[in-house]
């Protein structure tokens, strides 16, 4: 294959809480973003400027769990390429509510994108190749994980990270849940995808697997 055909995957921390926003693509392709959670100008303006000058056509922005900081810039970024924004079934009812767990950083609410649409799980394509939607739960309702067979890679949002397993001190967080969601949607995968988190450095089944102190 081309080296300019093969699938890269972009990683941008954004906002204070140091979310990772993805870009998945081919180089002068089609593309798609995760986590769309820009809130500085300058952090729109490098998301912008990545996606012109790798001529990626954005064909869709998808979510993986309805906390603020992972949509924070959905409203603009949406508008910007005319998408919606595309989550769980079980996430589309709480952007508004997850719009005002700002809050409790002292932040202003978030504005929620007003196209907004449930993905559907089986058909999820892009750029020629297939991606997979596992529901995971225990962070927060309407969490997902999408897996990318292509490029062995998982991402993760904040169900699985370095080290470390999400949150459940949260509305609708479960331990007993988070541990059932990774263990029976994750840890399933081969030991050698690697682990793209919401927040965080990567990391790799196998290593989460053995050495995770919280499972």
């Known amino acids: 294959m081309n ?3 093969t699938l890269q995957i972009k990683c941008m921390p ?3 809480i140091e979310m990772n926003l993805y870009v998945v693509y081919r180089k002068n392709g089609e593309g798609i973003l995760i986590d769309p959670g820009c809130c500085q100008e300058s ?6 400027r990545f996606v012109d000058q790798e001529n990626i056509q954005i064909s869709h922005i998808l979510l993986t769990h ?3 900081d992972h949509f924070w810039g959905a409203a603009r970024i949406c508008k910007h390429y005319g998408l919606p924004l595309e989550v769980h079934e079980k996430a589309l009812g709480l952007l508004e509510k997850g719009a005002m767990g700002a809050a409790s ?7 929620v994108p007003e196209k907004a649409k449930v993905f559907d799980a089986n058909k999820m394509e892009f750029a020629g190749t297939r991606l997979e939607v596992r529901y995971t739960p225990g962070h927060c309702e309407g969490s997902v994980c999408f897996v ?3 490029a062995k890679t998982v991402f993760s949002g904040d169900v699985l990270f370095n080290g470390s397993i ?10 007993d849940l988070l541990r059932k969601s990774i263990f029976e949607q994750l840890f399933v995968l081969d030991e050698d995808f690697q682990v793209r988190p919401g927040h965080g450095g990567r990391t790799w089944i196998e290593q989460e697997k053995y050495q995770n102190p919280f499972l």
């Open 43 to 48: 952090e729109f303006e490098r998301l912008f």
């Open 148 to 150: 990318l067979p292509e």
């Open 14 to 16: 954004v906002n204070p």
């Open 105 to 111: 950083f002292g932040l202003p609410p978030v504005e």
């Open 166 to 175: 999400g949150r459940t001190d949260l509305p609708s967080g479960n331990l």
């Open 3 to 5: 080296p300019q055909e």
């Open 66 to 68: 309805p906390h603020f």
